[in-house]
């Protein structure tokens, strides 16, 4: 049982382990730290202690694998109009009762029955039809091993490489990550310091430290705020995430204000779109350049404007850019005020993406 497990493609020796005494292994991946006795797993199920070494059990099995718009992420300042070809795998190293991915996220891994992809079938997809590569859909600090060989691979194709995460990865991690290839970093926040403590245990200075991390190793980053009713959309909180953004990120860096639907534990009803208003509008008034409103297809707040001016720059319907007027030089058409964008825009058709497995 236990070589039959080691010999599994999608079983792998995880870089970042401290051995601590006898056969506990503590795993450096992410901030849980979780300290790992032998033939155990991690909190997050995806890691386990084989004879003093640590294991992921998830490299390359994949939960799903589509080509997808980069607005739908959303990234509204990288790569505009592109495609990243998006893939996840199984369970999270977070506990949120309202997860909008749960059929996914909830899941634990079975290293017998793996859907197993080599990082060489993931670039060989995504040439010739996407820009990039996410890694989505559920946590993807779970395929951290696995990113880090896509990420070298696609980006010597000259792929971009984005992650979609809550942030939680030890600084260790981002650094890898950033010297693999990591181009882009979509940070989920929930809430303040009371909210990561009683729904997941955490510590929200963490994910605010790798926000700030990564931005000053030149990645792009653009942070979410999902607004869950009576949960993480109380005005003071709200405010307070907003000063945090400005004094960690500045007012360049993009910040979403994205509306809840009910979803596995969690009852309470969708955020009212006048609660979403008014969080942009707070942003606004509150000094940050590019707020958004998302999960509200064709509200004026899903577009971008130009900070001096007010001129409408990038026009939007949902996940879809139907109308571009950032120059090529990156500035505002009306005033030339320099607008923070990633890589170019993208023209494509709509009938191009959305291939699964
Ligand atoms: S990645 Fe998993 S095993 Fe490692 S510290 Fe985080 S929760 Fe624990």
């Not at 990564?214 to 000063?243: K, P």
């Not at 639907?261 to 009803?269: D, G, L, M, T």
């Not at 996940?319 to 120059?327: G, N, S």
Request: charged residues 25%; proline residues 6%.
């Amino acid at each position: 049982m236990k070589n039959r497990l080691i010999d599994l493609p999608n079983v792998r020796l995880t870089p970042l382990q401290e051995r601590l005494r006898e056969d506990k292994t503590r795993c450096l991946v992410c901030e849980r730290r979780c300290v790992v006795d032998s033939g155990c797993y991690g909190f997050c199920g995806t890691k386990v202690n084989i004879d003093g070494k640590l294991y992921t059990i998830v490299y390359g099995d994949l939960s799903a694998l589509e080509s997808r718009p980069i607005e739908i992420k959303p990234f509204f300042h990288f790569w505009p109009g592109s495609t990243a070809l998006t893939f996840s795998t199984w369970s999270c190293n977070f506990t949120c009762p309202w997860c909008q991915n749960w059929h996914l996220s909830r899941v634990k891994p079975d290293p017998f029955n793996a859907n197993y992809v080599p990082p060489e079938k993931i670039v060989e997809k995504a040439l010739g039809r996407d820009e990039g590569i996410c890694v989505s859909f559920n946590e993807p600090l779970l395929l951290f091993e696995y990113s880090l060989d896509v990420f070298r691979l696609a980006r010597s194709k000259g792929l971009y490489n984005t992650y979609v995460s809550n942030g939680y990865m030890t600084l260790e991690a981002l650094r890898m990550l950033k010297d693999a290839g990591l181009d882009g970093l979509k940070i989920d926040v929930k809430g303040g310091r009371e909210e990561y403590i009683k729904y997941n245990s955490a510590n929200v200075d963490v994910v605010w430290r790798n926000a700030r991390e990564a931005l000053r190793m030149g990645i792009h980053v653009e942070i979410v705020y999902l607004m869950v009713t009576n949960a993480t959309d109380r005005e003071e909180v709200v405010v307070e995430t907003i000063e945090r953004h400005l004094s960690e990120l500045g007012p360049e860096t993009p910040i979403h204000f994205t509306r809840y639907y009910p979803a596995y534990r969690f009852h309470e009803p969708p955020t009212s779109v006048d609660k979403l208003e008014w969080a942009y509008e707070t942003a606004r008034k509150m000094g940050v350049y590019y707020p958004y409103i998302g999960n509200v297809p064709g509200h004026r707040y899903e577009n971008t404007y130009c900070p001096e001016c007010g001129e409408v720059l990038i026009k939007r319907y949902g996940m879809w850019v139907t109308k571009y007027r950032i120059t090529e030089d990156k500035k505002c058409p009306r005033c030339g005020f320099r607008i923070n964008i990633r890589g170019k825009y993208v023209k494509k058709s709509k009938l191009r993406i959305f291939f699964g497995f």
